[in-house]
């Protein structure tokens, strides 16, 4: 009797290992998507109870999957660790005080059950054990980086940070200075502290004379902590506006943090400054390293502006000028007049590491769009897109829709799901945004019921056709409908996208 209850149960377990790899997989997946952040994970716990618990785990389609990184490994092994403690604890317990093997079993069964049902929480806890271990060998490769970049005498940091055009820019200067210099970007994204250090230690050789570092930033200290990282000789300031303010409360807190890089430049240090921008220009007048000034307007007060400026759906030409009085013609294929402003910071990067103003034009001319950021794609039917998909806020919105508004053939058509982190703005600048939308638009898709409803609002306001408005579940079913009403030479704008762990 006893062989044939352990048999069962032998089956039972193997079957239950198998079943909650998948599950831990899935809570793995989610931690990681919020930075092996407990607290983080916890909030997103307390959103999505209904898709975290549900028994048939997550069936939507997943854009960004699991990498099982070796942080991610150690994780999953750190859980299952824990999760055979709680598991086999009570019935060993029992089973010495009983000597009751059904019991005992019984117990063992229950407790696998209830681990499974609850693996969400058994994640969070596992995290949080791990949190010191993991900090720890954060630290090592952090300051394997930090030395690294110390030794590199004559090695050229430039540091960019900004609310948003800060990885556009990141790539524009790399391209530019790319004409003279031998030049490392991080690539995509990677702009926190972890991600450079990976960076540096693996791609940076000696052969780099420029290294263009992007860095970014959910909450005050966290610029200072790349920027003593990357150490950067020149630090860019591209912007400052309402983006995760979820976390960062007001701008106050944006502009301190913001300002960490700039603060963190040596005495030899030079500043560069979009003074256009209101909250950026506040910073400028208060710094008193030497600091290059850029922008459109009041170019009186600036070291280098762009003129007579043509922009339509190809992209744009300008003369770049500076203050000495030197000036070039400069053609880009980057879409919308925002882009300038990224062009600029990079010509006064360039012009500080010594490149000449014809050096300058020939490498606007060789940028290429960055990927989700205003990507003109033509495709197969005729059919005009418009790839603006990465994280999105007011002013991106803005700069989107100018761009769109320029195509002369075709309809509009824009799939969007709104803007997020925006903390309680949120509802009041989704509502501007349908409003902008609806003098834009002749279609319009949303993606997400409950989110997109200020969007939804704003465009009654502007009395839009409410037949000509779609709201769908996710992106395969906007697809479906794009299918169903465009023809050639219409122009679809994806603006935004959702973070791969939200649902509504």
Avoid at 171 to 182: A, C, K, P, W, Y
Avoid at 199 to 210: K, Q, R, T
Avoid at 236 to 242: A, K
Avoid at 395 to 415: D, H, M, P, Y
Wanted: glycine share 6%; with cysteine.
């Amino acid at each position: 009797m006893s062989l044939i209850i352990i048999s069962i149960f032998i089956l039972v377990a193997t079957i239950s290992v198998q079943l909650m790899s998948k599950r831990t997989k899935d809570s793995l997946h989610m931690v990681q998507l919020e930075g092996y952040l407990a607290d983080h994970y916890l909030k997103w716990l307390s959103m999505n109870k209904k898709k975290a618990y549900s028994l048939s785990g997550n069936e939507a389609p997943i854009k960004k999957p699991l990498v099982m990184t070796q942080r991610a490994t150690r994780l999953f092994r750190a859980n299952f660790i824990i999760s055979a403690v709680f598991v086999a604890l009570p019935s060993i317990l029992v089973y010495s005080v009983t000597s009751n093997l059904i019991m005992g079993v019984g117990l063992l069964v229950v407790a696998m059950a209830a681990v499974y049902y609850y693996q969400p929480l058994v994640m969070v806890l596992s995290t949080m054990v791990m949190k010191p271990i993991e900090d720890n060998i954060n630290m090592g490769y952090y300051r394997a980086a930090q030395n690294k970049v110390k030794s590199r005498e004559n090695l050229e940091v430039v540091g960019v940070t900004g609310s948003f055009g800060k990885t556009s820019t990141k790539f524009i200067v790399g391209t530019i200075l790319s004409q003279r210099f031998n030049v490392l970007n991080t690539p995509e994204s990677y702009n926190t502290p972890m991600g450079l250090s990976k960076v540096i230690n693996n791609d940076l050789s000696d052969e780099h004379e420029v290294f263009v570092a992007e860095m970014g930033a959910k909450k005050i200290g966290e610029i200072r902590e790349v920027a003593q990282l990357a150490q950067p000789r020149i630090g860019i300031l591209t912007s400052i506006g309402p983006v995760h303010m979820d976390t960062y409360k007001n701008i106050d807190n944006i502009m301190k943090t913001k300002y960490e890089l700039i603060e963190a430049l040596p005495t030899d240090g030079i500043a560069v400054f979009n003074y256009d921008n209101e909250y950026v220009k506040k910073l400028a007048d208060k710094t008193f390293k030497e600091k290059m000034l850029y922008g459109l307007e009041n170019v009186e007060e600036l070291d280098i502006y762009a003129e007579d400026i043509v922009v339509n759906e190809k992209g744009s030409e300008f003369t770049l000028r500076d203050k000495e009085g030197n000036s070039v013609r400069c053609k880009t294929r980057l879409l919308g007049k925002h882009n300038i402003y990224n062009l600029l910071a990079g010509a006064c990067a360039s012009k500080i590491l010594g490149l000449s103003f014809e050096e300058i034009s020939m490498g606007i001319e060789k940028i290429e769009p960055v990927e989700h950021r205003l990507n003109l794609i033509e495709s197969a039917n005729g059919v005009i897109i418009i790839d603006d998909a990465f994280n999105s806020n007011p002013v991106g919105t803005k700069a989107a829709l100018e761009v769109l508004s320029q195509f002369r053939e075709g309809r509009k058509i824009i799939v969007t799901p709104g803007m997020i982190e925006l903390g309680e703005m949120e509802e009041s600048a989704n509502r501007e945004f349908g409003v902008n939308i609806g003098k834009v638009c002749d279609y319009v898709i949303l993606v997400g019921e409950q989110r997109t409803k200020p969007i939804y609002e704003g465009l009654m306001e502007t009395s839009f056709n409410p037949s000509n408005i779609f709201v769908v579940n996710n992106l395969q079913e906007a697809t479906e409908e794009i299918g169903k009403i465009t023809k050639p030479k219409d122009v679809v704008l994806f603006e935004n996208d959702l973070p791969d762990n939200y649902s509504e």
